[in-house]
Nanobody, 128 residues
Framework: QVQLIESGGGLVQAGGSLRLSCAAS????????VGWFRQAPGKEREFVAA????????YYEDSVKGRFTISRDNAKNTVYLQMNSLKPEDTAVYYC?????????????????????WGQGTQVIVSS
């Protein structure tokens, strides 16, 4: 079983940048496809971005395309979410999630129900 710990959240002004990290322990992160989700106060958790185990495929929610970049370094057991041009509507708790895969699975998962393991989340606040 893998454990996930997010970090890198904080308070930033609109237009600024943050890089979130999702550090895996217990099992190699290369065994998992990984997704980032977020949940704003009073709203449901929503998909942000996802990456396959090798990094060969990525997918983004429309509102973050061109601003956010998901990447991974399997040697460091870490997945990243680079967030640029942040907007107040990006304010939320950000979670990373992992789903195990078996070959030849290379499908990007975009719904929370498809993921098996979750981190505790990191808060991102974007001020206007």
């Amino acid at each position: 079983q893998v454990q996930l710990i997010e970090s890198g959240g904080g308070l930033v002004q609109a237009g600024g940048s943050l890089r979130l990290s999702c550090a895996a322990s217990g099992r190699p992160v290369s065994m998992y496809h990984v997704g980032w989700f977020r949940q704003a106060p009073g709203k449901e958790r929503e998909f942000v971005a996802a990456i396959t185990w090798s990094g060969g495929s990525t997918y983004y929610e429309d509102s973050v395309k061109g601003r956010f970049t998901i990447s991974r370094d399997n040697a460091k057991n870490t997945v990243y979410l680079q967030m640029n041009s942040l907007k107040p509507e990006d304010t939320a708790v950000y979670y990373c999630a992992a789903k195990g895969w078996t070959a030849p699975d290379s499908v990007v998962r975009t719904t929370s129900a498809e993921y098996d393991y979750w981190g505790q989340g990191t808060q991102v606040i974007v001020s206007s």
